[in-house]
T-cell receptor
Framework: GEDVEQSLFLSVREGDSSVINCTYT??????LYWYKQEPGAGLQLLTY?????DMKQDQRLTVLLNKKDKHLSLRIADTQTGDSAIYFC????????????FGKGTHLIIQP | AAGVIQSPRHLIKEKRETATLKCYPI?????VYWYQQGPGQDPQFLIS???????DKGSIPDRFSAQQFSDYHSELNMSSLELGDSALYFC?????????????FGPGTRLTVL
């Protein structure tokens, strides 16, 4: 079955760039997503990338996809205290209305 | 912009009781998904509906059932509740149930089983 792996914690200084990594096993994964979850809150869609793309940029966010290595990364430029949250990588490989498979989430900790 | 609405936001039940969670998708979204997130865990997919028909099934226990109504809202019915059912239950909606459709999540219902 599908498996999505992420490191559990990442600590960065305010103003630096954060890079959150994710690996997946399902070679048919064609849609990959990043969600943000603040404590006690819902899941906020940050960005997504399709497997026919290598990179996608959206303001402070840059997503890189290495399909050969099944590796996905999310870079947050100029990290702010408001970026402190859990970041989930998720993949979808099936047909319509299929559920997402999530990683365990990376806790992003911002140091002043 | 309108978001996914879930009710109630918090629910406390005793073991062996039943619970019903409701989800109202974003207007003009016809696809609904349910997820369960245990404490400190990642969300686990339970079930989805497209145009009122069940579309995909994940790790939904037999004690749970769900349906989507003619106005596209959905309800998750949970019976014989167990302590392990305590979790955040998220509903998500998407525009068309097509491949790669982006899912937008609601704020969740926090269920506590005592």
């Amino acid at each position: 079955g599908e498996d999505v792996e992420q490191s559990l914690f990442l600590s960065v200084r305010e103003g630096d760039s954060s890079v959150i990594n994710c690996t997946y096993t399902d070679s048919s994964s064609t849609y990959l997503y990043w969600y943000k979850q603040e404590p006690g809150a819902g899941l906020q869609l940050l960005t997504y990338i399709f497997s026919n793309m290598d990179m996608k940029q959206d303001q402070r966010l840059t997503v890189l996809l290495n399909k050969k290595d099944k590796h996905l990364s999310l870079r947050i430029a100029d990290t702010q205290t408001g970026d402190s949250a859990i970041y989930f990588c998720a993949e979808s490989s099936g047909g319509g209305a299929d559920g997402l498979t999530f990683g365990k989430g990376t806790h992003l900790i911002i140091q002043p | 912009a309108a978001g996914v609405i879930q009710s109630p936001r918090h629910l406390i039940k005793e073991k062996r009781e039943t619970a019903t969670l409701k989800c109202y998708p974003i207007p003009r979204h016809d696809t609904v998904y349910w997820y369960q997130q245990g404490p400190g865990q990642d969300p686990q997919f339970l079930i989805s509906f497209y145009e009122k028909m069940q579309s995909d099934k994940g790790s939904i226990p037999d004690r749970f059932s769900a349906q989507q109504f003619s106005d596209y809202h959905s309800e998750l019915n949970m019976s014989s509740l167990e302590l392990g059912d305590s979790a955040l239950y998220f509903c998500a909606s998407s525009p068309s149930g097509t491949r790669g459709d982006t899912q937008y999540f609601g704020p969740g219902t926090r269920l506590t089983v005592l």
